[in-house]
């Protein structure tokens, strides 16, 4: 059998194994996994591909292989799920990086958790001043969870004793200058209307629009040029 045949049948083999053996571990999101998570799939993954193209080598090892780092995954995540106090051993625990409105600063040297990386990450979720936090917690897949202050906080409508309000999808109207007259329809318009709405914003044509998304709670309409006209940005403080 040529050197291109054996790469081509034990490619399948190695496709096959690594989605059977992927569905065996479950769903998570990326963003979910903690770093030696990743790293288990990076290394699962660089066996499966070495499984393909290294000719210099028996098949058989390599899928041991990946069976066996699979196996010792599966084992960690049933662990973790009967004993979680084991789990904190094995994926680590969340660290309160910000206490009170108060850094924890030995909390972030222990994790070698920088200032840039908290700042970055606090800006991430629109928090510019670090007056507003009172508790953050860095999460053990990497993420910050942040809690505010009560007078930075958000108000609900149930804050104010308002009655809960129906939310639906936006639509797209208009997508890269192109109507779209079944989505115009359904939120119950016409192209009059529709060219009324642009023409207040001094929009002649549909190819002159980029997007367009109705809001049918709000009876709002978003538009966004082609050409916006935008001045010069501010310079950036960072």
Same mark, same amino acid.
């Given at each position: 059998?040529s ?5 081509i049948v034990?490619?399948f ?12 571990l479950? $769903?998570?999101?990326?963003?979910q ?9 990076i ?18 090892? @390599? ?9 010792? /995954? ?9 004993w +979680?106090?084991?789990?904190?051993y094995?994926?680590? #625990? ?14 972030? $040297? ?11 990450q ?6 510019f001043d ?11 897949n ?12 958000? /108000?609900?409508r149930?804050?104010?004793?308002? +009655? ?13 200058? *192109? ?7 359904k939120?119950? *318009? ?5 060219l $009324? ?10 190819e ?9 709670? @709000? ?11 935008? #001045? ?6 960072y």
């Amino acid at each position: 059998m040529s050197e291109t045949a054996v790469v081509i049948v034990r490619s399948f083999i190695a496709f096959f194994t690594l989605l059977i053996f992927t569905r065996f571990l479950g $769903k998570q999101q990326i963003s979910q996994l903690t770093f030696f998570e990743y790293v288990l799939g990076i290394t699962i993954g660089s066996i499966a591909g070495t499984l393909s193209v290294d000719l210099s080598s028996r098949a058989w090892p @390599h899928w041991v292989g990946l069976f066996v780092w699979t196996f010792t /995954v599966f084992v960690m995540q049933k662990i973790s799920l009967k004993w +979680p106090k084991a789990s904190k051993y094995l994926t680590g #625990k969340p660290a309160i990086v910000i206490m009170n409105g108060k850094i924890m600063e030995e909390t972030m $040297k222990n994790m070698r958790y920088t200032i840039p990386d908290l700042l970055e990450q606090l800006r991430e979720k629109n928090i510019f001043d670090l007056n507003q936090v009172a508790f953050a917690v860095l999460e053990n897949n990497g993420q910050l969870s942040v809690l505010l202050k009560p007078e930075y906080q958000p /108000v609900t409508r149930g804050d104010l004793h308002l +009655p809960p309000q129906n939310e639906t999808l936006n639509t797209e109207i208009i997508i890269a200058g *192109k109507l779209i007259p079944e989505k115009l329809k359904k939120i119950g *318009k016409d192209e009059k209307w529709l060219l $009324k709405e642009l023409n207040k914003q001094g929009i002649k044509k549909y190819e002159e629009v980029f997007l367009a998304v109705y809001n049918p709670v @709000h009876s709002t309409l978003y538009i966004d040029k082609y050409k916006d006209k935008i #001045k010069k940005p501010q310079e950036n403080p960072y």
